[in-house]
């Protein structure tokens, strides 16, 4: 098979590089190890794919850092308001969150997929399934991409394989091998936006599944405090939700050199005194109630057993024999839970991956690789990524586009 340009993985990436030449008389092929293009899309956003945020692109770049300068050329070339505007003319009508998050009215990744692989075809572009390319080499500016069944001749490659997040959706790395080869510098894989794994005995099997709508996360690094606030689940041996895979990616570099503590304010509506006054009510309300019960509508009571057992170091304890020591204790609790993070979830359960191939080896202008000529990179398999939210579905996107075009105008 012969093409001016092959991009080899069917995702975000591939398929917007793929549409960023339609019509323009390349003849362009997609290369996909899997049956079907788009399968991780179908997962993004709980299924519900977040195509972008409603941030402006300097607001976007911004909650990128610190990759923001390498993704400046391309969020300007496609920017989030181009996302929208791109699948809005294909009649996917969008709604925007409270948190800025936009997904398609249907809630159906499976729209946003048929959008990319309709308009795709419609420019010609032809797709190879269920191929797996084991290499890529170069002679006398010619690609030759090699299958256990097939060879694909090409003059320009797009590598858009993804990296090794939800691996069984297909991302396998492999664009990492195809890099190194041409010499390029991977940047150890790791799991980005994932759940976190704790050493505190007092959640270990205990709260798994347990949920909250608004927390807050506190945490210092580099003599700096962080705060992250939203939704939050406890799990069988740790915390995931949205924002802690917000925390994730703030820790998971800190993680390689050892523990990371947090905390957690459960309450963070309520200021110290407020919370204090409002105890002291309960109590004079309730006084001969379980002092754990008279929190249940603040917070699971599970969640609350615990937290009153460790304020009181007693159970089941009646809550007009709370002493002032162990209601300061109690109010500190709710206010900054202490948690120790040892390490991530696998790279298997994260949403995007950290590390990958080295961006000081991209042209930013043009998604090129700086050490072999006519070879682009687009999507997840780039040493980039973004927080929750539809920021890494808009980095593929624009990613995808720029070393679409960009291959394309070497016609």
């Known amino acids: 098979m012969n093409a001016n340009v092959c991009i080899v993985g069917g995702g975000a990436a591939g398929l917007m590089a793929a549409i960023s030449s339609a019509q323009s008389g390349t003849k362009m092929i997609v290369v996909d190890s899997n049956s079907n293009p788009g399968r991780k899309l179908l997962k993004t956003g709980g299924g519900r794919c977040n195509i972008t945020h409603s941030h402006s692109v300097d607001e976007f770049l911004n909650a990128c850092r610190p990759y923001s300068r390498f993704l400046r050329h391309c969020i300007y070339e496609f920017s989030p308001e181009a996302v929208c505007d791109f699948f809005r003319d294909k009649d996917i009508d969008l709604i925007t969150e409270a948190n800025g998050s936009v997904f398609p009215v249907t809630n159906r990744a499976s729209d946003v997929l048929r959008v990319l692989v309709d308009t795709a075809r419609r420019g010609d572009v032809e797709f190879v399934q269920n191929c797996t390319i084991d290499t890529i ?34 991302s396998r790395g492999d664009g990492y091998k195809f890099a190194s080869f041409f010499g390029h510098t991977i940047n150890t894989p790791r799991a980005c936006l994932v759940g976190l794994i704790a050493s505190d005995n007092w959640l270990q099997g205990k709260l798994g599944g347990v949920s909250l709508r608004d927390v807050e996360i506190s945490l210092k690094l580099s003599n700096k405090k962080h705060s992250l606030r ?39 509506d309520f200021n110290e005194n407020l919370l204090r006054q409002e105890i002291i009510n309960r109590i004079n309300s309730n006084p001969k109630r379980e002092l754990a019960s008279i929190f249940t509508d603040l917070l699971p009571r599970s969640l609350a057993i615990i937290i009153c057992q460790m304020a009181t170091q007693k159970r089941n304890l009646i809550a007009n024999q709370l002493d002032k020591s162990s209601r300061t204790k109690l109010i500190s609790l709710l206010k900054k839970l202490p948690i120790t993070i040892i390490k991530t979830r696998g790279i298997e359960e994260a949403t995007v991956t950290r590390g990958g191939v080295s961006i000081e080896e991209i042209d930013s202008k043009t998604m090129q690789s700086k050490i072999v000529d006519s070879l682009f990179f687009a999507g997840e398999v780039i040493d980039v990524d973004g927080p929750c939210g539809g920021y890494n579905l808009q980095i593929a996107f624009s990613t995808g586009m720029l070393a679409g075009r960009s291959a394309t105008k070497r016609n």
């Open 230 to 268: 939203g939704p939050m689940v406890f799990t069988s041996n740790g915390i995931g939700g949205p924002v802690v895979l917000n925390v994730s990616r703030e820790i998971v570099d800190e993680l390689i050199s050892g523990d990371v503590e947090l905390s957690i304010d459960i309450l963070p």
């Open 137 to 170: 080499e170069k002679k006398d500016d010619i690609f030759s991409l090699r299958s256990k069944s097939k060879e694909i001749t090409c003059e320009r490659v797009i590598i858009a394989t993804g990296g090794k997040s939800l691996s069984l959706t297909g």
